[in-house]
């Protein structure tokens, strides 16, 4: 039996599982505290529902998964944002504040990006238990960027890029 052969967890991570597992959680740190922020300048109530969804049933999932991960595998942990207080939005003024439409379209680009980085992390994997569970940070991540997605429609806050209509006569 070769040393990849058996149960995975006992597998040594390669250089790139390390490398993107610890981006992944780096950046996911950083989603955290941006997005705390932000719903301090979120008014719609849908769209704050959606955000402390994707904090709690998502990211903060992520991370502790991640975490454990890299603590079995002996990788020190990038720092940790402080926490961000929370603030009345009629604090902010309005010059300075986030609008609704911008946050969602903000979290659909970055729920976005969280979809490339999870498909990148298991096309590298060679162990199967940490592609599988980039998998179902993916599929948890596609989920979220379909509610955010409705949540622009309804609203009326998606951008459309310029829309493709076929006008020829054949």
Known sequence: MGILNGNPKEEPMHYGEVYSTWMHLTAAKAFVAGYETLLNH???????????????????????????????????????????????????PPGARFNDPEIANKLGGDLAASLISCSTVMGQCIREDIAMMYAQFHTRTAQFAAKNLKLLKEKGWLIPPPLHIDKSDC
């Open 42 to 92: 979120t008014g719609d109530e849908d769209l704050r529902k959606l955000i402390k969804d994707i904090l709690e049933d998502g990211t903060k999932q992520e991370i502790a998964e991640i975490e454990g991960l890299l603590k079995e595998n002996g990788v020190a942990m990038p720092p940790t944002p402080p926490e961000r207080p929370d603030a009345c939005l009629e604090n902010i």
